[in-house]
């Protein structure tokens, strides 16, 4: 399309020209446009791109649930909501909280998915779908389904702790204590989103051209060197993309917990997404916005360094 | 299209059993010991299933023996006829149902309508569409939250479909995937139909649409199992019991003294997972290929 218009309009014809047939047929064409993204760009409009908006105007205001009947009536109170949030000791503890899940959730997630993928895509010929759809069925599942199994599962005599038992270890009450809570919260989340992670990993791996590793091997590089000094290299743009796509996930951290402890015990598994949601409950909607648009600046922040740790190396 | 994919797979599936089979000529010992730790993997993966499965049709009684037992001793239907006894399960899976399928339309058409248009058509403004689109791919939830029940309770749509539809369709991940895939159609395809003299929707309808059948069909499997599986939304918006979709309902019920009643909430996740249990299974290959496709699952 924008080929032919370039074609058929002269070039030395500014492209505001309001006449000629060329003319006439882009403006046509945008009024076509217009009309296919209408639907989608009225709806984006109003549940994304206003809401996105108020949400950052409402972070300067002390807008509270009672003022919903007059919004433009609450006052401007500039940074204070910002200011009052790292002073209050619950949402920096749930920063930690939340970094401690990301920090440990992230590497651990892409190790297992990747360890998993590797293994499928050369380790073995036979029952790969087996393997394949087995890993996924975690990701297809309802939190709130999964976490009624979990909470069964984890419970101080549950099953687990009957495994354990059975070689010689007394598990903790994992859902009770402020040091098992979190590794419990992280288990789970490896559990549901190592499938994902495997899938893209596999698609990865066998974009690697097998020369190359056959070079490698050739050479005399053992598998484990082939492994690091091949594999991984040629891997980074999907190892970066696995990151990216999984730290965007994982610091919204909330409804594991939600369904799960409801933060505790002792805020010890209370996120960002948790304590602003606890804030919209409370009314506060100021706060709840505030806390909301740090943790976009902290997705956005954690992306950047990615993008960057992962290319200066190319 | 279809035929250039299998193509692709089988050429795929060529390669890796030739590496394969020199890899295992290398060494057999590292084949078993690969077998071995997938399968261990793949237990440790399943009992979660497996408990839920074995535990929704046990006693309450048994449910609480210590230790636990693996079979159940006495087989028992009573935990899944509380649902649909005292708890109205057939209102709360209609509803899922309901909002499932009214997003998965939605997104199909409003996505791939807007698609075409940022893909092939030229616009002022396109670029800041598009470049809106990648933003809000990386904005958190919570951050629209509080506005969005704002805007909702505004609109008097507490406690409607709409309100459990509507904010969905405004899904930019669905956008990027068509723009993406619709770019990847030859502009000669859609020169000639309009040298024949089709107009736009008919170019859109008979050319465009039946060459995005695997685009559609991944876009299709990520928003019903994203519907199917909301929960924080339909939480808060769903406040009277006839809205309630099957997490809302299943969440409720377990608060409070029903939160250790076991045996009725294993049964309500087997109503729940089953139904995208058996979907996944059955279309494994669309899903995996989807995500692979999009990288999100």
Redesign the interface.
Known sequence: ?????RAVAPAALPRSAGHGPAAAR?RR??V???L??L???A??A???????I??LG?SFTDFRSTD?PT?FAVAFVGLDQYTALFQNEQFVRSMVNTLYFVGVGIPLTMAVALA?AV???????RFR??????????????????A???R??LQP???LN?LLAAIGITGPDWLGSTAWSMPSMILMAV?R?MG?LM??F??GL?GIP?EVVEAAEVDGAGAWQRFVRVTLPMLRPTLL??AV?LS?GY??F??EP??MTKGGPLDSTLSI?YF??NQ?GFGN?GT??A???V??VA??LL?IVQFRAFRTKE | MGSATTATAVSERSTRTRKVTSARRRSPSGTVLAYTALTFALVATLIPFAWMFLGSVKTEAELRQRPPTWWPQTFTWDNFAAWFGRLDIGTFFMNSVVVAVFTVLGTLVFCSMVGYALAKLDFPGKRLVFTLVLVTLMVPGVVTFVPLFVVVSKLGMVSTYPALILPFLAGPLGVFLMRQFIQDIPDSLIEAARIDGAGELRIFLRVVMPLCGPALATLAILTFLGSWNNFLWPLVVAQSEDMYTLPVALSLYSVGQNSTNYGVLLAGSVLIITPVLLLFVALQRYFIQGIAATGIK
């Not at chain 1, 293994?119 to 010929?125: D, E, P, V």
């Open positions: 399309m924008t080929v032919l218009t882009r064409t945008a076509v446009a217009y296919f993204s639907p989608f760009i709806s984006f109003i549940f994304m791109v206003f809401p996105l108020s949400s409402m919903i919004p998993l293994a499928l895509n050369g380790a073995i010929t779908t087996v393997f394949r759809v087995g890993f996924y069925a975690p990701v297809v599942t309802s939190i709130v389904a999964v009624v199994v979990w069964f599962i005599d549950g099953l009957t559990w989103n994902t899938i893209i596999l698609a066998q097998q993309l696995g796509l965007v610091l919204q909330f409804e939600f369904v997404s602003t949601f919209f909607y709840a916005s806390a909301s648009y943790l976009f997705i956005a992306s």
